[in-house]
C-alpha cells in the first residue's frame, strides 16, 4: 500500500460522489481523471490557449498512447498529469489525489510514489553503473530497506532482460538498452502509473518495437502505461490511443 494513501495533509476526491448533477460509480476503476482542463500560457504575443477544457478518464491497467503533432498540446497534457505544472482551470485527479492542490514539498513526494517516468534522452547518469542508477529513486524516496535495494535493481534490470550489463555504466551499452534500463528506474518504486515522454524517439523501429512489448508486459502485470509520442505506430501497441490537435481530444 502507497503510504500517501494515508497521509491526512494530501486532498483526495471520492469518485462515487455526485459531481455537477452527474453520478460517478464506486470503483469505476479509473486511475486518472482530467475534468474541464484548460492551460492558457502567458506569451509577449497574447495568451495561447495549450488545452482547452480536456475532460479524460484512464482506467487501472490501461496502455494509453497519447498522440499529436509538435505544439499539439500533448506534452503539456502529461505535465497536468504528472504536476509538473498546473491548469489555468479545471482538476487533475490521478490515483485519487487532487494533484493540482498539492504545495511543491508534497508534490515531490507524491510523485515519487506515485509515477514512473520515461525520458526520450533516457537521463541515466553517465558515472554511476545500471544497478546505481536504477536505485536512485528508492535513495531518493527511501521506499526499500537500504540491504535490499540492490537486488531489487539486479530484479528490475532482469524484468527488462538487461541484468548482464548491470554493472557497467550507460556509455557501454546501445541506446535501445539505455532506454531499458530507463524504463526499470522508473518501476523502482513499484508506482500505479508509467509515464513514458516520446520514448522511441531515438531508437530505430525495431528497438522501438522492443520497448513496445515492455510497456505492454508491464499493462499485463497491472500498470497503467501512457505514452506520449508523435509517431502513431504507438496505436498498434496501446490498448486506447487519443490524438490531441489545437489542445483538444479527438478518439482514434
Known amino acids: 500500500m502507497l503510504r500517501l494513501m494515508a497521509n491526512q495533509d494530501l486532498e483526495y476526491t471520492d469518485s462515487s460522489a455526485p459531481r455537477n448533477g452527474q453520478s460517478h460509480s464506486p ?51 502529461i505535465n497536468m498529469i504528472t504536476c509538473i505544472d498546473s491548469p489555468t482551470s479545471g482538476e487533475v485527479i490521478v490515483n485519487r489525489a487532487v494533484v493540482h492542490t498539492l504545495n511543491e514539498d508534497q508534490k515531490a513526494r507524491w510523485r515519487g510514489e506515485n509515477l514512473g517516468v520515461v525520458f526520450q534522452f533516457f537521463q541515466l547518469l553517465p558515472s554511476l553503473n545500471l544497478i546505481e542508477n ?5 535513495d531518493f524516496r527511501n521506499t526499500y530497506p537500504l540491504g535490499e535495494r540492490k537486488e531489487r535493481a539486479l530484479h528490475l534490470l532482469e524484468q527488462v532482460g538487461i541484468a548482464e550489463h548491470a554493472y557497467k555504466t550507460p556509455a557501454k551499452i ?40 515492455l510497456f505492454s508486459a508491464l499493462v499485463d502485470q497491472g500498470k497503467t502505461v501512457l505514452v506520449v509520442s508523435h509517431d502513431k505506430e504507438v496505436a498498434k501497441w496501446a490498448t486506447r490511443s487519443i490524438e490531441i490537435a489545437d489542445g483538444e481530444i479527438n478518439t482514434l
Open 174 to 213: 546501445s541506446g535501445g538498452q539505455q532506454q531499458r534500463v530507463a524504463i526499470a528506474r522508473a518501476l523502482a518504486n513499484d508506482p500505479p502509473v508509467i509515464v513514458a515522454d516520446e520514448p522511441t524517439g531515438n531508437l530505430d523501429s525495431r528497438t522501438a518495437g522492443e520497448i513496445f512489448v
Open 27 to 77: 470503483g469505476n476503476g479509473h486511475l486518472i481523471e482530467l475534468r474541464d482542463l484548460v492551460k492558457v500560457y502567458k506569451t509577449p504575443a497574447g495568451d495561447f490557449p495549450a488545452l482547452n477544457g480536456i475532460n479524460l478518464k484512464v482506467g487501472r491497467g490501461e496502455f494509453l498512447a497519447v498522440l499529436g503533432k509538435s505544439g499539439a498540446g500533448k506534452s503539456t497534457l
Open 134 to 138: 536504477v536505485t536512485i529513486p528508492m
